[in-house]
């Protein structure tokens, strides 16, 4: 059961420049969200897709945007590229209507660095 | 607006001294508490959710136990293997918005490294 997937595995991009990071959720889930994760920090949630559209969403600027397939896997887009956006992008998934335990399972996350 | 607390940020063993984790959270209607284990430039692996006060859930070396305002994760004659850094994060009832659909809120995480 092949788990969430993630790709690049890094990627490094010019200040200014747009990103687009992709990612595969675990077998049987429909939902996916993504986080950014500092250095030394926990991951801060950035938006969650589900059904094709983004229902919820963090504290983080319209140059964050994202999509979702109907194959469900996923898409974070972002532009305009800061020096502050270097970090490590992790997307989760799970399931919204499922039975039993909520669990939201990570994939091994994307290190993007802005010079 | 949710607040998850952990202690200590950074906790040294020596193999077969168990110890506890401090995860202290602030939440508006607690609809899970999750903690998650993560090694240098990985994802963060889920070990447990858990519902309600009085929960305990056990894997292996590890176990997490829950109240109202805090959880601990102890650890149980820890090796060397366990070393990582212990992610504990909650889901709210209801966000600002007045919906949950499955945002978690993490503290900073606790350093834990054990030596043979």
């Known amino acids: 059961d092949a788990g969430v997937t993630q790709s690049p595995t890094h990627l490094i991009k010019t200040r200014g420049q747009q990103v687009t990071l992709r990612c595969s959720p675990k077998s049987g889930h429909d939902t996916v969200s993504w986080y950014q994760q500092a250095l030394g920090q926990g991951p801060q949630f950035i938006f969650q897709?589900?059904?094709?559209?983004?229902?919820q969403r963090g504290n983080f600027p319209d140059r964050f945007s994202g999509h979702q397939f109907p194959n469900y896997s996923s898409e974070l887009n972002v532009n305009a590229l800061l020096l502050g956006d270097s970090a490590l992008y992790l997307c989760a998934s799970s399931v919204t209507m499922g039975q039993g335990s909520y669990e939201q399972y990570f994939g091994p996350g994307t290190r993007l660095t802005v010079t | 607006e949710d607040q998850v607390t952990q202690s200590p940020e950074a906790l040294r063993l020596q193999e077969g001294e168990s110890s506890s984790l401090n995860c202290s959270y602030t939440?508006?209607?607690?609809?899970?508490l999750f903690w998650y284990r993560q090694d240098p430039g990985k994802g963060p692996e889920f070990l447990f959710t858990?519902?309600?006060a009085g929960e305990e859930k056990e894997k292996e070396r590890l176990k997490a136990t829950l109240t109202k305002k805090e959880s601990f994760l102890h650890i149980t004659a820890p090796k060397p293997e366990d070393s990582a850094t212990y992610l504990c994060a909650v889901r709210p009832r209801r966000d600002a918005g007045g919906t949950s659909y499955g945002k978690l809120t993490f503290g900073q995480g606790t350093i834990l490294t054990v030596h043979p």
């Open positions: 939440v508006s209607g607690l609809r899970g």
């Open positions: 897709y589900y059904e094709e559209e983004e229902r």
């Open positions: 858990l519902y309600s």
